[in-house]
């Protein structure tokens, strides 16, 4: 049995074609993906919530009108905003060969945070009223081009990782400032629904992950101090032959 994890950057622009490749090159029996699933897709088409969310957008907009700038470098920006390549990518795969995919994220969980933001379009406004404010103080401009613009560099820190160039005090301080991603009820639901794929498994299946590169970082603390994220708790409750990939690399 076989484990792989593809590490992404949510806003790589080559996100799709780099994981269609990996997916080639890796044939899984099993696809995991970083993603809420098809009940979360369905709530999004809801007309009542598409309702509440061109509530939030006119709010935000309202923002921009306050500090005169264009809300139209708003729409710019969404517009040009390139997120989740990776997702689609799965999904395309997944049809193409017939393939079930196992969503590793809450449908349940990320609609209750949905709602409430939703529920309250301030939140969004003073969410961007704090984003203006901060960059008219730097003496900045709101620019989509800039805003949406994708570092190359970004994939290079986790591959100086995987490839062991990094210090374990530079991995173990990345993996500290991260901890917002791996709250602990989130990995846990990770961790639980690859166990359930993997029970499914014959030993000789392969299963392949994909998601943020964050979730693979291992900062060597596991076994002291309790595994914190996907990576290591797969390391330490999954068994199998477990690997771990930079989507760059595709």
Known sequence: ??????????NDPEAYNRTIRGLERLRPDVLALEWEGPEYENFLQNPAIKALRAQTEEAIRDVFCEFKI???????????????????????????????????????????????SLHNPEIGAEMFYKWLSLLKKEEKTYDPDEITAFDPSTY???????????????????????????????????TEKLREAVDGMNKKDRLVHVGGFLHLMDDGLSQAQGPVNL????????GGNINRYSLSGF
């Not at 990782?161 to 791996?182: N, P």
């Not at 990576?231 to 999954?238: K, P």
Request: proline share 3%.
């Open 156 to 190: 290079g820190m986790f591959e100086r990782h995987l490839d062991g160039k990094m210090a374990q005090d530079e991995a173990s301080k990345i993996v500290k400032d991260s901890m917002w991603a791996f709250r602990p009820e989130r990995v846990r639901y990770q």
């Open 231 to 238: 990576w290591q708790h797969a390391r330490m409750n999954l």
């Open 1 to 10: 049995m076989e484990l792989h994890f593809l590490g992404a950057a949510h």
């Open 70 to 116: 264009d809300p139209g470098l708003y729409d710019q920006a969404n517009a040009k905003s390139i997120w989740g390549g990776e997702v689609k990518a799965v999904q395309d795969f997944a049809r193409q060969y017939a393939i079930e995919i196992v969503p590793t994220e809450s449908a349940h969980v990320r609609i209750e945070v949905d709602l409430e």
